[in-house]
């Protein structure tokens, strides 16, 4: 089975992919950002009509030759009595017909769906996060991953760095 495995980290990008999955003009919104070692917590309040403040976390993953980025992790602050949703952002060569699952470690089954779009800069998947799978993510001591089969057919593996993230994760729920 060939596989490609990637390493990931925060950064500028994934804050701005940030800006673009909370929607809106950074001109008209007052932003703030923290770090908590791998994770970004971006959070954005709009001016108009009426003040709104939008929080995500994310996480930006590089190719480990060149260390250009691949693929980025948002996971959006849950609205009163929904369920969290990560989105994440592929590259466009991946298979249109393979479920792309995030997981928390290598025995977990995961949570999958579908792409649900894709774009020049892109292909989009939303993941459902029940509160079930947030709580196994937070107590998790090891790396999670995302994966995916690219156009060939071939497993993609995407590590995804659970340092910081339940500090992260709670300082989103309480802004």
């Known amino acids: 089975m060939n596989s490609t495995f990637l390493s990931c980290g925060a950064g500028l990008a994934a804050i701005i992919l940030a800006f673009a999955v909370i929607g809106g003009s950074a001109s008209a919104q007052q932003a703030t950002s923290a770090t908590y070692d791998d994770w970004v917590l971006q959070c954005e309040i709009s001016a108009a009509p009426a003040p ?36 994440a952002q592929l590259p466009v060569n991946i298979s249109t017909r393979a479920p792309i699952a995030l997981r928390y470690a290598d ?15 892109g292909c989009f998947v939303d ?8 709580k196994k993510f937070l107590a998790a001591a090891g790396p999670g991953k995302m994966t995916f089969k690219d156009s060939s057919g071939h497993d993609v593996i995407v590590p995804v760095s659970l340092k910081g993230f339940r500090t992260a994760y709670d300082a989103m729920l309480k802004e």
């Not at 976390?57 to 990560?86: C, D, H, T, W, Y």
């Not at 769906?113 to 020049?120: E, H, M």
């Not at 993941?127 to 947030?134: A, P, Q, R």
Request: charged share 25%; proline share 8%; net charge positive.
């Open 52 to 87: 709104k403040k939008q929080c995500a976390i994310s996480q930006l993953s590089r190719m480990s030759e060149n260390n250009a980025p691949f693929s980025r992790l948002v996971i959006q602050r849950p609205a009163n009595g929904k369920p969290a949703i990560a989105q």
């Open 107 to 121: 025995a977990d089954p995961g949570v999958s769906n579908l792409l649900d779009r894709c774009t020049p800069g």
């Open 127 to 134: 993941i459902e996060l029940k509160d079930d799978v947030v």
